[in-house]
């Protein structure tokens, strides 16, 4: 079963409307954290936000949130008041706290969201 | 400002040359990744090391080794080169074992295998 699940592909958007990139998880570690990456057409990945397994808040920076939904393992980041400069492709992806031995301890990443944002 | 280097942006190799990425972070991490990454795959990890001369299969490890004799530097090498390791590579380090700490990415590799 795949552990990280990015059901849109690709999205369009007009600038300046909010933004909910969907992400949903899937894993039996109680301590795990969850991150957004942004891959610009340049190629980087950009951090953008994380969220512990245990914290209380929902995660934000700047005009980035995380819609943390720990019973749902739903994990969506939410870009308000988009710009032009937001089209990329954005990457959910989760951590578990303890390398089980049976598989990688990197992040394990889902498919990606190509997001568009149009004038 | 933090940085994870990799030594080439573009490579073109022929099939069955021996390939060597390297890749070099200033931050004093312990752990550093390889992936790679292709269009609607998402990225999936190739290996992995917590610490000097250690290293962990990650999901895709076929044809692939790695080498980490310094802290600051992780080598991904292709024995053989395929066309169908044609790809981004991108490398990574993070600090710290657990799932707490992100992860910094080079710019990334992009190998064309002819």
């Known amino acids: 079963a795949q552990k990280i699940t990015q059901t849109q592909p690709g999205m369009f958007v007009q600038e300046k409307e909010a933004v909910t990139l969907d992400c949903t998880y899937d894993?039996?570690?109680?301590?795990?954290?969850l991150f957004w990456y942004k891959q610009p057409s340049s190629g980087e990945m950009i951090f953008l936000i994380y969220q512990g397994s245990y914290d209380q808040q929902n995660a934000t920076e700047g005009r980035y949130s995380l819609n943390f939904q720990k019973a749902r393992k739903s994990a969506n980041l939410v870009i308000s008041a988009s710009q032009l400069g937001d089209s990329a492709m954005y990457f959910c992806a989760m951590r578990e706290a303890y390398y089980s031995g049976g598989g990688a301890d990197g992040l394990t990443f889902g498919k990606g969201t190509h997001l568009i944002i149009q004038p | 400002d933090v940085k994870v280097t990799q030594s080439s942006r573009y490579l073109v190799k022929r099939t069955g040359e021996k390939v060597f990425l390297e890749c070099v972070q200033d931050m004093d991490h312990e752990n550093m990744f390889w992936y790679r990454q292709d269009p609607g795959l998402g990225l999936r990890l190739i290996y992995f090391?917590?610490?000097?001369?250690?290293?962990e299969k990650g999901d895709i490890p076929e044809g692939y080794s790695v080498s980490r004799e310094k802290k600051e530097r992780f080598s991904l090498i292709l024995e053989s080169a395929s066309t169908n390791q044609t790809s981004m590579y991108l490398c990574?380090?993070?600090?710290?074992?657990?799932?707490?700490?992100?992860?910094?990415f080079g710019q990334g590799t992009r190998l064309t295998v002819v």
């Open positions: 894993t039996s570690d109680p301590s795990y954290g």
């Open positions: 990574a380090s993070s600090t710290g074992p657990h799932g707490n700490t992100e992860a910094f």
């Open positions: 090391s917590y610490d000097v001369k250690m290293k």
